[in-house]
């Protein structure tokens, strides 16, 4: 946990102790994922090599649904490893043949082949590490619709501040 940030963006519920504002119409869908075929049965799937999301990982919950879903299995005996990286888990996928929960677009993008009838969507979060940031600024900026504050690209120069001014007051 790094505490040296003012501002951060979380998928996930809320996290005890961390002040967090939902982003609006943003969502990660998460799905079950392998490097296996469509039609591949689900008794295969379900022998596969499992990499779960650790536990304070946002999409736990999601694995444990998919689980309980009848898409994996919940032995002891069953061959897994725990990845809190959607990186790393994309990697253990395709490296050990495995069955893993990762963004629906990540998935897309490493050809991986999708569970049907299972997919999760986490909301995204705006979490607040300085509480000299007024409530008010953050909600002028949360409460934008989506397409205003993706319109420019922000990090050229020139246009960095044509957009809809947010004041905050910082206290040092």
């Given at each position: 946990?790094?505490?040296?940030?003012?501002?951060?963006?979380?998928?996930?519920?809320?996290?005890?102790?961390?002040?967090?504002?939902?982003?609006?119409?943003?969502?990660?869908?998460?799905?079950?994922?392998?490097?296996?075929?469509?039609?591949?049965?689900?008794?295969?799937?379900?022998?596969?090599?499992?990499?779960?999301?650790?536990?304070?990982?946002?999409?736990?919950?999601?694995?444990?649904?998919?689980?309980?879903?009848?898409?994996?299995?919940?032995?002891?005996?069953q061959r897994m490893v725990y990845s809190c990286s959607e990186t790393?888990?994309?990697?253990?996928?395709?490296?050990?043949?495995?069955?893993?929960?990762?963004?629906?677009?990540?998935?897309?993008?490493?050809?991986?082949?999708?569970?049907?009838?299972?997919?999760?969507?986490?909301?995204?979060?705006?979490?607040?590490?300085?509480?000299?940031?007024?409530?008010?600024?953050?909600?002028?900026?949360?409460?934008?619709?989506?397409?205003?504050?993706?319109?420019?690209?922000?990090?050229?120069?020139?246009?960095?501040?044509?957009?809809?001014?947010?004041?905050?007051?910082?206290?040092?």
């Amino acid at each position: 946990k790094n505490e040296d940030f003012d501002l951060a963006v979380l998928i996930g519920p809320q996290r005890p102790g961390l002040p967090s504002i939902v982003l609006p119409d943003v969502q990660v869908q998460v799905v079950g994922a392998h490097c296996g075929q469509e039609n591949d049965p689900l008794t295969l799937l379900g022998n596969k090599f499992q990499v779960r999301p650790a536990e304070d990982c946002p999409y736990s919950h999601s694995f444990l649904r998919f689980l309980d879903a009848g898409l994996g299995n919940h032995e002891n005996g069953q061959r897994m490893v725990y990845s809190c990286s959607e990186t790393l888990t994309l990697s253990l996928i395709t490296q050990m043949d495995a069955v893993g929960m990762v963004s629906r677009e990540a998935a897309q993008k490493n050809g991986l082949t999708i569970f049907p009838g299972f997919e999760d969507f986490l909301e995204v979060r705006l979490a607040i590490n300085n509480p000299d940031l007024s409530n008010q600024a953050l909600s002028d900026v949360v409460d934008l619709p989506l397409h205003e504050r993706a319109e420019r690209n922000v990090r050229s120069r020139p246009n960095r501040h044509t957009e809809k001014e947010v004041f905050a007051e910082i206290r040092t």
